[in-house]
């Protein structure tokens, strides 16, 4: 009984003692209401979605009157073949990107050539020139190179991304050289040590640079439409944009592709965002 | 093992087909069953254009039309770029009309003077002028345009006010407009008197200045000098600053999202395009009627016109069949008509015209009786278009950054003259 009495002070102070907890729970929710508002206009019919825009309440987020018909208005139309299409150039993107990234940041981590810091430098000066400044200029010889409306002419420019060389490079450099020497004693082919030996040990690091390729197909807007403007080739956000017509919108349909857009990254982020963490930690950027 | 293995599996089927996707994408597009393709674009949905495309593929069995959407924000700069860069992949393209002069002098539309005869005679007097620059025809008009003031019934009738009329002569003005607003406010519960659609676009706010004479802005032998700094462009801009300052109509809501707030009952009046005559008559517990735009009391009335015309890419390699879908567009009733048939704007041709405004007659409701009287009347009495410059494009870019910090707050006269300043110095390049 004694100890019982003793904890109790304790257990009144814990309140201040998850104050933060409390706060972060709070804010965190403050931030999902936006996300929750969308949701709920993709569910009300179009003329209903900004009608109560000014006076927040409960129903602001829970829609009374939930319809799917946003949803299936959208994929009968050439949303679905949109959202397709990102997923494809998205897909090969982080595949074909992936296995250039690997290799020259393998390069760049094992070899000791002439130059190498220079090539180092000039990779990481490419990821910090906003890839909008160029857009127009390198649209004009892609164009001059017949590749406009064309899905290499898409994926292309996400393929070469120096902020996944970088987060690979720093990731093959803690991989111990005893391991290589090991290897190469063994018999080892450089194919062979890369492809036995760093990449299996890589997995977050090839997560992080993967998900960093996905994320930069997944939100280009202005290179598709420069350069794939054709309905056939439309990616997602460029469809999401047409939605908007010069007179009239139907906000309904426009929040239900905003939900659909939304949703597929947020999964494959969810999904694989510990190894993304795993990988900045290791990498020496945090 | 099984889990990695099929893993892996699927990996490399994605792979594999998203290449194979990749590789058939980069294959030229050849016209579909022997038919020539015309590449139009254009800022509307597909919708908007299907009845049209899908009316001149059934009398052109030998064309076909692939519609390109682009979002209407970005359509200027796609075009500026595509076009600039001398692209062929685009036949036809929609002009907004008082860019003609601009996209003329950059040498972005074709001389259509070889229809120029056929133009003249099938669509209005106005909409030739506007498609022309220079004396030679640039474009072929396809709709025009006009304002109506929209009452919703039910809130006028809770506060007990008369509604207005639909008569052109009766118009009422935009001060006793906010004084019955204040009133149906305090009685009904509205949250706002007056909702503009168009509130930082041109198209909305030049009327407000020429109705009371402060002229169109652009001023000079080579329109190049701004005006903006007039008493009619003060007087008109403190009013509208002062329409947001006192909470009668909203700041922080695009022009997009003010149809919703008033369907939604939040305001008595709403001044828009013909557009929202479809929009609203689709909803059935709404009640609502038309009057013409309202003017100042002490001023003229004005109203906004102008709307669409489509030209061809002078870099096009398929100009002929660019023309015949044109032609049937804005030179045929039929074409005409099917612009319009998903959205109901005002068509250009004199013949479609006629139809369209019958129609409006025939079908007219409560809500709608009058219409198209006013139509006639606005377009043929209180229309002015906006100015021909070839430094409209910055013109409006300028001038709808202004209207904003009004809105928002700004002293009418000082942005007006900060404005005047802006356009000077970017006008002097075009000079």
């Known amino acids: ?286 | 093992m099984t889990g990695l293995l099929s893993r892996r599996r699927l990996l490399g089927t994605a792979l594999a087909a998203a290449s194979g996707a990749a590789l058939a994408g980069c294959a030229d597009d050849r016209p579909a069953g022997g038919r020539t393709a015309v590449r139009f674009l254009g800022p509307e949905t597909a919708d908007t254009f299907r009845p049209v495309i899908r009316g001149f593929e059934r009398a052109h069995p030998d064309l076909r039309v692939e519609y390109t959407p682009v979002p209407p924000a970005q359509l200027n700069d796609v075009l500026q770029l595509r076009l600039s860069a001398n692209d062929t992949a685009i036949d036809v393209y929609c002009v907004d009309q008082p860019r003609v002069p601009a996209l003329t002098a950059r040498g972005f539309l074709t001389d259509l003077r070889a229809v120029d005869r056929r133009t003249r005679a099938a669509v209005s007097q106005e909409q030739y002028g506007i498609s022309t620059w220079e004396n030679v025809l640039r474009c072929l008009p396809v709709w025009t345009s006009t304002q109506y003031l929209f009452y919703n019934a039910d809130l006028l009738k809770k506060a007990g006010v008369t509604a207005p009329g639909a008569d052109p002569a009766d118009r009422w003005s935009w001060e006793h407009i906010l004084q019955i607003g204040r009133r149906t406010m305090e009685r009904s519960g509205a949250d706002y008197a007056l909702l503009i659609e168009q509130t930082d676009a041109y198209y909305g706010i030049q009327p407000l200045a020429e109705s009371l004479g402060g002229g169109s802005g652009i001023t000079g032998d080579d329109m190049l000098t701004p005006a903006v700094t007039t008493h009619g462009w003060i007087a008109a801009m403190t009013w509208y600053g002062k329409l947001f300052a006192d909470g009668l109509s909203p700041r922080g809501v695009s022009s997009f999202e003010m149809a919703s707030l008033f369907t939604a009952g939040r305001a008595p009046f709403f001044v828009g395009g013909p557009w929202n005559l479809g929009a609203f008559a689709s909803l059935k517990a709404f009640s609502w009627g038309t009057a013409p735009q309202p003017k100042f009391a002490q001023g003229r009335a004005v109203t906004p016109t102008d709307s669409w015309s489509w030209g061809i890419n002078p870099y096009s390699n398929r100009a002929d069949a660019a023309l015949r879908f044109m032609e049937y567009a804005s030179l045929t009733t039929e074409g005409s008509l099917a612009t319009i048939a998903a959205s109901p704007l005002i068509p250009s041709h004199r013949g479609a015209f006629d139809r369209y405004a019958a129609d409006l007659d025939r079908n007219a409701t409560r809500s709608t009786q009058g219409v198209a009287a006013i139509m006639r009347h606005e377009l043929a009495e209180t229309a002015v278009s906006r100015p021909r410059s070839i430094g409209y494009t910055q013109f409006e870019t300028v001038m709808g950054s202004a209207f904003s910090d009004i809105r928002n707050g700004s002293p009418a006269e000082a942005r007006l003259a900060k404005a005047s300043a802006e356009l000077v110095r970017t006008w002097e390049r075009l000079r």
């Open chain 1, 1 to 286: 009984m004694a100890i019982e009495t003793h904890r109790s002070p304790r257990r009144r102070i814990s309140p201040a003692r998850h104050a933060p907890l409390i706060a972060a729970v709070v804010i965190g929710l403050l931030f999902t209401l936006p996300l929750l508002w969308v949701l709920a206009g993709s569910l009300r019919p179009g003329d209903q979605v900004l009608a109560g825009l000014e006076t927040l309440s409960w129903r602001s987020v829970v829609p009374t009157d939930a319809t799917l018909d946003n949803y299936l208005t959208l994929f009968q139309g050439d949303f679905g073949r949109a959202v397709l299409n990102s997923v494809v150039v998205a897909a090969v993107t982080v595949c074909v990107g992936l296995l250039l990234s690997a290799t020259a940041a393998f390069g760049l981590a094992v070899f000791d050539f002439r130059g190498r810091g220079a090539v180092f430098a000039v990779i990481l000066l490419s990821f910090m020139i906003p890839f909008d400044a160029i857009a127009i200029p390198l649209a004009s010889t892609f164009r001059a190179w017949d590749l406009q409306n064309t899905y290499a002419g898409l994926i292309l420019p996400g393929i070469g991304n120096g902020l996944a060389i970088f987060l690979l490079r720093q990731f093959f450099l803690a991989v111990p050289r005893e391991l290589v020497e090991a290897a190469r004693l063994d018999g080892l082919g450089w194919w062979g040590i890369f492809r036995r030996i760093y990449l299996p040990l890589s997995r977050p690091a090839l997560i992080a640079a993967g998900l960093t390729l996905f994320t930069f197909q997944w939100q280009s807007y202005m290179w598709p439409l420069l350069i794939g403007t054709e309905p056939a080739k439309q990616l997602g956000p460029i469809a999401l944009g047409t939605l908007q017509g010069q007179m009239v919108v139907d906000y309904g349909q426009v929040f239900a592709a905003a939900v659909v857009l939304t949703v597929i990254p947020l999964v494959v982020l969810l999904r694989l965002q510990r190894y993304f963490t795993q990988s900045i930690a290791g990498s020496g950027l945090k």
